[in-house]
């Protein structure tokens, strides 16, 4: 997977040798010409610009990009870049560093974050969810060994070609909730889903092989 990590801090060079090291293709963006430590991930790309504008996000081909991590120190960059990867380029996982605390609140769907993490260690994780699971994002583990998923219809799904009910998914998988425009909606057999809207999967704890089926709907 095509991934861009922006801040090539500490943080962000530790993701970006993690996502290298996991086989992915990477991308390191910064402002600073001190942080272009090359030697320090020489599997990445490295990119000297300015993350928050388009035209740095363009060179850096985010168009095909399947996920940014907005690392940075400064939250408003984070923030920023997060909107322009989701809203202009349409990046399905936009995952968000958070410095401060009293920022997290910012750090939701309307500036275009799917997840808003704060530890390091968390985020690395989250980010191999992400890009392991392609269009589905894992949102919750369950004691029981459940999970919730999360997933964005693209234009061409198959569920845009049916009612919910007529869409069959694989065993021990529901739809618990569809997400339009911000509102949760209890799912119906008649129900049209439209593209961009949101779905909330359950995926049973024996149920994981089936995720690639619910892939290749989407």
Request: proline share 5%.
């Given at each position: 997977m095509k991934i861009l990590v922006a801040g090539a801090g500490s943080v962000g060079r530790s993701l970006a040798r993690e996502m290298s090291e996991a086989g992915h293709e990477v991308t390191l963006i910064d402002?600073?010409?001190?942080?272009?430590?090359?030697a320090s991930v020489p599997e990445a790309d490295w990119i000297l610009g300015d993350a928050c504008?388009?035209?740095?996000?363009?060179?850096?081909?985010?168009?095909?990009?399947?996920a940014v991590i907005a690392a940075t120190g400064d939250d408003k960059s984070n923030l920023v870049l997060s909107l322009l990867a989701k809203t202009e380029f349409g990046v399905p996982n936009v995952i968000a560093r958070v410095s401060n605390p009293a920022n997290t609140w910012l750090?939701?769907?309307?500036?275009?974050?799917?997840?808003?993490?704060?530890?390091?260690?968390?985020?690395?994780?989250?980010?191999?969810?992400?890009?392991?699971?392609?269009?589905?994002?894992?949102?919750?583990?369950?004691?029981?060994?459940a999970a919730m998923y999360l997933a964005t219809v693209p234009n061409g799904s198959l569920f845009t070609e049916h009612?919910?009910?007529?869409?069959?998914?694989?065993?021990?998988?529901l739809v618990s909730s569809v997400i339009r425009d911000g509102?949760?909606?209890?799912?119906?057999?008649?129900?049209?889903?439209?593209?961009?809207?949101?779905?909330?999967?359950?995926?049973?704890?024996?149920?994981?092989?089936?995720?690639?089926?619910?892939?290749?709907?989407?």
């Amino acid at each position: 997977m095509k991934i861009l990590v922006a801040g090539a801090g500490s943080v962000g060079r530790s993701l970006a040798r993690e996502m290298s090291e996991a086989g992915h293709e990477v991308t390191l963006i910064d402002s600073k010409p001190e942080a272009m430590r090359v030697a320090s991930v020489p599997e990445a790309d490295w990119i000297l610009g300015d993350a928050c504008e388009l035209t740095v996000l363009e060179t850096a081909g985010l168009e095909d990009t399947d996920a940014v991590i907005a690392a940075t120190g400064d939250d408003k960059s984070n923030l920023v870049l997060s909107l322009l990867a989701k809203t202009e380029f349409g990046v399905p996982n936009v995952i968000a560093r958070v410095s401060n605390p009293a920022n997290t609140w910012l750090f939701d769907e309307s500036w275009g974050v799917d997840v808003a993490v704060s530890t390091p260690q968390i985020m690395a994780e989250i980010i191999q969810e992400a890009v392991s699971t392609g269009k589905l994002m894992r949102r919750m583990q369950f004691q029981s060994g459940a999970a919730m998923y999360l997933a964005t219809v693209p234009n061409g799904s198959l569920f845009t070609e049916h009612a919910l009910g007529h869409v069959s998914l694989p065993p021990d998988i529901l739809v618990s909730s569809v997400i339009r425009d911000g509102v949760p909606l209890f799912p119906s057999p008649d129900m049209a889903i439209d593209a961009g809207d949101q779905l909330i999967f359950i995926v049973g704890a024996n149920a994981s092989d089936g995720l690639s089926e619910i892939e290749a709907m989407l």
